[in-house]
Every structure is written in C-alpha cells, then in structure tokens.
C-alpha cells in the first residue's frame, strides 16, 4: 500500500474542487482550509482522525482543534475526497479496492445525493476523473448526470403545501473513467 503527503493530496483537491484554476494564493489557502477541517477515515490512517468528530454525543461535523501540517502521509491506493457544501463536512476515506471507491460514488450518499459537493477521487496519489450515467426512474431514459441539475430538490408547491413535481429520479448509477 503506497502513502502520499497530505500536501500533495490537498494540492489536488483545491485544484480540482475550490478552485479549478491554478492560483498560487488561492491553492495555499485551500490547502489552510482543508488541514483545519478534513477528517481522514480508514484503517490505515486512524492516527488522523480528527478526535472531535468521535465522540458519539455529538451529531454535527467539527473543525479540528490543531489543523494538520500538510507533512502527514495518508496511506491507501483508494481515496475519496468529499465535501457536504451546506454543512462543511469534509472527508478523505481510504476504500480498499477500486470497486470499493465506485459503490462511494455511485451510492445513495455519493456524488448524486443533492447535499454531497463534491466527491474527488485520488488513484494512485493521483485525481482520477469521471463522469455519471444514470437510467431516470420517470422516463426510463439514460443520461450524463450533471451536479446541481439532476439532484436538485423539487421547487416547493406553496398553493397545495408539498414539494413541486419531480423530474428526475435516478437509479441504475454508473460510472465512467476518463483518462487521466
């Protein structure tokens, strides 16, 4: 199992998520950002959990108390980067197989969920891109899923006090490689 500075992972993340340009400046405070607030999972990188997030009376992701260096090396061939924009949950889990990094993805919590930002994952030290397919239960049509549109929560119906129509429900998920 290879192990990666925690730096160069950041550097990856901010480029491919906060950022998507190449900013000096910008990347040195996304890279601030992500050390104060990433929780890192898995079994090879338990000394980097964050310890405010373990306590099991308390529902809500927490910053870190002393925010990593960037010097740290997280273990694992299989990681996943994932941040919840309206709350601030930020992970990186180490999956131990590629097809365990596919079922994150491709899964109810993964990057369809209308809460999940963004999901980046990191092969071999490496962002690995992708795209989304999924069948619309509604129309049994297939399509590319796009962030923001398909996973959109319905308008609320305020004349009849319910959500509004629904256009898309996805199922059948998959994903695609691009080459990196």
């Known amino acids: ?18 950022l998507k340009e190449e900013w000096h400046d ?7 950002y992500v050390y104060k607030t990433v929780d890192i999972i898995g ?26 260096t960037g010097q740290e090396m ?4 299989y990681l996943l980067f994932k941040y919840i ?8 889990n180490e999956c131990i197989s590629i097809d365990e990094l596919e079922d994150e993805i491709t899964g109810g919590g993964g990057i369809t969920n209308t809460f999940t930002t963004f999901q980046i994952p990191i092969v071999m030290g490496k962002v690995r891109h992708y795209t989304i397919t999924f069948i619309n239960g509604i129309d049994g049509q297939e399509y590319n899923f796009v962030k923001g549109i398909h996973d959109a ?23 695609h490689w691009l080459n990196s």
């Open 1 to 18: 199992m290879n192990q990666y500075k925690l730096s160069d992972i950041a550097t990856q993340i901010a480029v491919h998520s906060f």
């Open 26 to 32: 910008e990347i040195a405070q996304a890279k601030e």
């Open 43 to 68: 079994t090879n990188n338990s000394a980097l959990r964050n310890p405010l997030n373990l306590d099991e009376d308390v529902f809500y992701f927490r910053d870190r108390e002393y925010p990593l």
């Open 74 to 77: 997280i273990s694992g061939d």
């Open 85 to 92: 924009g309206h709350n601030g949950d930020m992970f990186i």
């Open 153 to 175: 929560l319905p308008e609320w119906d305020y004349e009849n006090e319910q959500p509004g129509e629904v256009f898309f429900e996805i199922s059948k998920v998959k994903i």
